[in-house]
């Protein structure tokens, strides 16, 4: 047999309390099946070619996350550039270019909208082609299958068909939704990671049908056929309902057979399956949703200021046509050198008002420039730039993997910067599934000399207020990255050991045999080697043993025990074997435990145990699990040690320790042997009661325990998350977490990453246990009544210092999602601290980001790493995908992929913030030098009795936004800079103005409309007052039109440009030389534009060396002009930074006069006072244990005061 059998022969279905025997069904007594959304699917197995037909046609295994393909791209591509207000008038004004009204060529009007929206479309292709390739790079990876007569051969995952029968090897992921035929163990059991699809690493047991056992080998496939029928593609990911027909018997299939695409075979040499969804129809795929079309807000609110800016070209080009009717019909008949003889219908006194209708059509693309075609393209080049840098930042750059940060896509750059809820995934997302076992109590005494991270930095603080630090002031703990708590690889504390930094020279090197209750401390290790369902694989490296666990918590207690003399090193089919060295001098003795029964772990039950057989011949139970479940299953005599553990305890959890209570039983044979026989006949019990029998039978045997201790890990999170969620509280963040975890590892986890601490309240919503269908009613109502219980109290709190933190399940969250519920949960969750969803799917993962998204009405950020967080992702204002090493799903589907959580720190905080404000003035500038060109056209109109005559020749106006103001605007939206981004991270507080909109509201765009309206008056009206009373030049020339419109035309390019200098804070070469040389571009254009033949430049022939520099009046023009229209922004800047200063202007002027370097308690004091109060992140947590610390302190001195005076 190829591959043969592994050397573990384990039956598992022997070993675990909760395991199913293999259902049997025959065809006499059941021939079909109930269940599932729909169960119409009829899979033919090994018979691929029966299901490229009809009546079957399922879908193939080939995958897509793209948002267009060849034949959808031009009309999808052309529908999202004109979603865009601006387009839609550009394509208007462009068609009537070819009409006798246009005031302008054809080609000027076509060109500039052609190039803008192809550059778009371009750049949205370019993208799109990124997607496309990742995609292909699932698509074109390779497996086993069955090509007939029993060989075996690879193929590409989007050739594989439903009935296809696979092979698939350790390490590998599967492909598409299989059913188990067997596997390398002989029990045909196999070990599955389902990390990107449920977030969790603890690996599951998945077994197959007994009867397909024998089809072991290549060979055995080759005349295999067999047929299933199975409810139809579903998201539901861990139910399946479905029959296996082969040689005429007919059998039950369940979840535990199923293999689903995206999860990866671990721990099993190979196994063979059959494919029963492929491609879009399997489960991981139906929780996909397709990738949405993101636009920003700002993007939106642009639409919306040029529904304004229209509605003003609107209402001037009717004034305009009513002007230029008026003034047709009255007074064209007097003005003989108009030739009103020889009219037409463009300008007939007889027909005035369709004159009129004519020349509204003129007014509407004279006036255009008020629109600014060239906003959108400059956005498109300025959001691919920033993209660029956010791409090559150096310091979102992980070393571990290699991967850079990346900016998937440009469109929502804006958007990192105005976040106002972050929803995430949990493991592989916030943690790296790493435990370390760090403290422990045994007999009442508690062992452990290391602290904890929460711990350091509490004592850290403390210290520094004793020593009269200025940073020490109450409750204004700042956690640094960098220096202040370094917890990076430098790091003193990080263990040598993986999964153990425990110090205490009393319990190590067997000195534990010293102590008083060494037998107890003997228990203890015992029960930690013993009290599990992990696998020890041989390390050929060291020598010893790796352990396969279902937990961290359990590889970190096995790790532990060895370090302590106490190796579980084998596992057999009924007994585990432990190596013991009670001292370093001993040698090692191996001890044989007989597995009587295991009863496993869940979220419900809260503890785990097993009943073993010693050596002697003594029968023990030996349990682990939640304290509080421990403590009330105690015997009377086995409370010694209760009260001095519940304090360890409380003491550990203040520290940020994931705790578990350890105890034992001794049993009586007889007691045993009868309480085994109830057990065995409730697990072969057939029927929905199973479960609960079983579950109620180990209840009673878990009972009269005695005490022994208690152990704390410390959890490892991803590098630099405590820290990360920190800052991003500071900066005013709220941080849901959702994770198809059980809710007791996501509470530990959100204890670890501090956005739960001790003494928040925590509210736990839930529903009535084993609700049935009947019973959705009274589970809503008790729902809605939690509800409104928890949001009472939260109403009625006082303490301003009290946090809330809500839990809920998956099965909960089903019924407060639904429309009469869940706005009641939304308001409750927003007034909450923290949220944790727990159990839930991916689908419902989208769900809630949906409901926060549309309910709060604010920006969402989602990020995860895996599978199941694709949805969320892509339901999202963002998607951010982790680039770690397992699978591409959530980065394929992203908008921006980081390869760790605390990069996302940088990436909202540092960029976000640049982005937000640099879009948000780069916009405001563009409607402010838009409508200060454009109106002055309107005002020389009005002049000119509405003639349709431009002011300016057409030359100047196709530069204006093309080459003479573009660049300037594009290095703002680039390189502006308030404050740098180290400043950005000690200042996180500053990241609010963009979710308080505060450089983009209202107020502010229409001051700057308002600024564009003063600029064009102070424009016009003072050039034409200095050049219409007096002659022009010395020999008493007076100014002509080309003259006007050139002198209104160079204040307007120094006006514009002296203004956008105005408005950077940040200054480099780049900027100094596209600003000033746009000035300087102007005056070499005219010199060349007036050197050319009189043919091209008309009127403006030799106009600046001939005509204007000669002359006085132009240069004082220029300057006083330019004076004129800057001035009152440059007091409206200076009194508000004299009197009214942003955050920003307090610290650029420390920075520019350097007190930062000069005055550093100064710096230290102002970054204290930035720092906002929060309720989670681990400065939350660190002030909370400072003032556990400072009450216990003054209970002590109040007690010592009382004690001295009696």
């Known amino acids: 047999m190829p591959g043969g059998r592994r050397r573990d022969r384990l039956r598992w279905s022997k070993i675990y309390t909760f395991a199913r025997f293999w259902p049997t069904v025959s065809g006499d007594e059941q021939a079909s099946f109930q269940g599932g959304p729909s169960s119409s699917r009829i899979v033919h197995c090994n018979q691929p070619q029966l299901h490229r037909k009809k009546p ?63 550059l778009s479309m371009a750049k949205e292709a370019l993208e799109d082609w990124r997607r496309f390739m990742q995609d292909m790079k699932v698509n074109i990876r390779k497996v086993n299958v069955h090509k007939g007569e029993g060989q075996f051969g690879y193929k590409q995952w989007q050739n594989i068909r439903v009935g296809d029968v696979v092979k698939v090897e350790k390490d590998q992921f599967f492909p598409a939704d299989l059913l188990l035929l067997s596997s390398s163990y002989e029990d045909g059991i196999c070990y599955v990671e389902t990390m990107n699809l449920d977030g969790e690493t603890n690996l599951k047991v998945k077994r197959s049908l007994e009867v397909t056992l024998a089809l072991d080998d290549d060979e055995a496939f080759r005349d295999f056929t067999a047929t299933i029928r199975c409810e139809d593609p579903n998201p539901n990911l861990y139910t399946f309902v479905g029959n296996f027909d082969y040689e005429r018997q007919v059998y039950a299939l369940e979840p535990n057979h199923i293999l689903l695409r995206d999860s990866k075979l671990r721990n099993t040499s190979y196994v063979y399956g059959v494919v029963i969804f492929a491609g879009h129809d399997s489960k991981v795929m139906q929780n996909a949703t397709k990738s ?61 008002a369709l004159s009129g209708v004519f020349h509204l059509v003129t007014a509407l693309i004279l006036y255009g420039y008020l ?21 090559g930042d150096i310091l979102m750059y992980d070393e571990d993997t290699g991967n850079h940060a990346q900016a998937r896509t440009s469109n929502l750059n804006e958007e990192l910067g105005q976040v106002d809820t972050i929803l995430s995934d949990k493991t592989g997302t916030l943690t790296c599934n790493q435990m370390d076992f760090l403290k422990c109590s045994i007999a009442g005494v508690s062992y452990g000399v290391r602290s904890s991270e929460v711990e350091i930095a509490a004592n850290k603080h403390m210290e520094s207020e004793a020593t009269g630090d200025d940073e020490g002031v109450y409750g204004s703990y700042e956690v640094e990255l960098d220096h202040e708590i370094n917890f990076n690889s430098d ?5 040598a050991i993986k999964g153990f930094s425990f110090e205490d020279d009393r319990l190590m090197h067997g000195n534990w045999a010293k102590e008083p209750t060494a037998d107890t401390i003997l228990l203890f290790f015992r029960i930690l080697a013993l009290c599990h369902s992990a696998i020890p694989e041989p390390d050929e490296t060291t020598g010893g043993f790796t352990y396969e666990a279902e937990s961290p918590d359990e590889a970190a207690f096995l790790v532990a025990a060895r370090e302590f003399g106490f190796e579980f090193c084998k596992r057999t089919q009924s007994s585990v074997f432990i190596r013991e060295k009670y001292t370093s001098s001993e040698d090692l003795i191996e001890r044989e435990f007989k597995i009587l029964n295991l009863l496993e772990f869940n979220s419900k039950r ?97 009972r009269d325990l005695i005490l022994v201790g208690a152990t704390a890990v410390e959890d490892k999170l991803q590098k630099g998350v405590p820290q990360c969620i920190d800052k991003l509280a500071q900066a005013g963040l709220k941080i849901w977490v959702l994770t198809g975890d059980k809710i007791e590892t996501a509470i530990n986890i959100g204890f670890a990453c501090s956005l739960l601490r001790q003494g928040m309240k925590q509210i736990c919503l839930s529903t009535i246990n084993n609700v049935v269908a009947q019973d959705a009613k009274a589970a809503k109502e008790s729902l809605l009544l939690q509800i409104t219980n928890a949001s009472q109290m939260i109403n009625l709190e006082k303490d301003p210092y009290e946090a809330f933190a809500l839990i809920i399940d998956g099965k909960t969250l089903t019924y407060a ?90 990436l909202l905080v540092v960029h976000g913030h640049w982005c937000y404000k640099r879009i948000a003035l780069m916009i405001c500038y563009f409607f402010y030098k838009n409508i200060a060109f454009g109106l002055t056209i309107f005002f020389f109109e009005a002049y000119t009795g509405f003639s349709g005559q431009s002011v300016y020749d057409d030359w100047y106006m196709l530069l204006f936004n093309v080459v003479l103001t573009s660049l300037p605007v594009i290095t703002l939206g680039v390189f502006e800079q308030d404050v740098s981004s180290e400043v950005c991270l000690q200042f996180p507080a500053l990241y609010q103005q963009g979710q308080k909109n505060l ?65 950077m804070s940040h200054f480099t070469w780049i900027q100094h030389l596209f600003v000033w040389g746009s000035v300087a571009t102007w005056y070499l254009f005219l010199i060349a534009y007036g050197m050319s033949s009189p043919t091209i430049s008309g009127n403006a022939y030799q106009i600046l060396l001939e005509a204007l520099g000669p002359a006085p009046i132009f240069w004082i023009a220029t300057v006083v002009v330019t004076a004129a229209c800057n001035f009152p922004y440059l007091i409206h800047k200076s009194f508000q930074r004299a009197f009214n200063p942003q955050d920003q202007h307090v610290i650029q002027e420390i920075k520019y006069y350097k007190k930062d370097i000069e005055d550093a308690c100064m710096w230290k004091r102002e970054k204290t006072k930035a720092r906002q109060k929060t309720k989670i992140g681990f400065t939350a947590r660190v002030d909370a244990k400072i003032r556990h610390l400072r009450e216990r302190l003054n209970k002590r001195a109040l007690s010592t005061s009382q004690a001295i005076e009696e």
Request: positive net charge; contains cysteine; proline residues 3%.
């Open 817 to 906: 999602l639904e429309d009469d519920m869940k706005n009641h949960f939304l308001n409750l969750a927003v007034n909450c601290a923290s949220v944790i969803c727990c159990r839930v799917s991916p689908r419902q993962k989208a769900l809630v980001t949906r409901l926060v998204k549309e309910g709060t009405g604010k920006v969402t950020l989602a990020v995860g790493d895996g599978a199941n967080d694709v949805g969320m992702i892509q339901e999202a204002d963002i998607g951010v995908g982790i680039s770690g090493v397992e699978g591409m799903q959530a980065v394929m589907a992203s908008d921006f992929s980081i390869s760790q959580f605390r990069f996302l720190e940088r």
């Open 491 to 495: 790091n003193p504390r990080k263990p």
């Open 606 to 702: 809260k503890r785990m145990s097993v009943i073993v057989r010693d050596g002697s011949g003594k029968i023990f139970l030996l349990c682990k699990g939640a304290d509080s479940i421990i403590f009330d299953r105690l015997a009377k005599n086995g409370r010694m040690y209760e009260s001095e553990t519940n304090k360890h305890l409380i003491e550990y959890g203040e520290a940020g320790l994931r705790t578990l209570a350890l105890a034992y039983r001794v049993l009586d044979e007889s007691e045993y042997s009868d309480w085994n026989a109830e057990f065995l006949k409730a697990k072969t019990t057939i029927g929905p009661d199973r479960e609960a029998q079983v579950e109620r039978i180990s209840d009673l045997m878990e």
């Open 56 to 118: 079957f046609k399922y879908s193939s295994n080939y995958i897509t996350t793209t948002k267009y393909n060849v034949v959808t791209f031009l009309p999808k591509a052309l529908f999202e550039q004109f979603r865009r207000v601006a387009n839609i008038y550009f394509l208007l004004t462009a068609a009537l270019s070819l009409t006798p009204v246009s005031p302008f060529t054809p080609v000027s009007m076509i060109a500039p909208l052609a190039f803008v929206v192809g």
């Open 999 to 1063: 450089f983009f509201d209202w107020y502010r765009i229409i001051g700057w409309m308002f600024n564009g309206l003063y600029t064009s008056i102070a424009i016009y009206f003072l050039s034409i007052g200095m050049l219409y009373h007096q002659a022009f030049r010395s020999g008493g020339q007076i100014a002509d039109m080309a003259v006007v419109g050139t002198t209104m035309f160079t204040s307007i390019i120094w006006t514009v440009n002296v203004q956008i200098a105005l408005i």
């Open 292 to 352: 949405p079309s993101k636009r920003s807000r700002i993007e939106k609110k642009m639409d919306r200021i040029i529904y304004v800016l229209f509605t003003v070209l609107v209402l001037i080009s009717v004034i305009s046509s009513i002007g230029f009717a008026v003034i047709t019909k009255d007074k064209m008949p007097n003005w003989w050198y108009l030739r009103p003889d020889q009219t037409t219908s463009l300008y007939d006194p007889d027909r005035a």
């Open 371 to 391: 629109i600014p075609i060239s906003l959108y393209v400059s956005i498109e080049v300025v959001k691919v730039l920033q993209a660029t840098f956010i791409n």
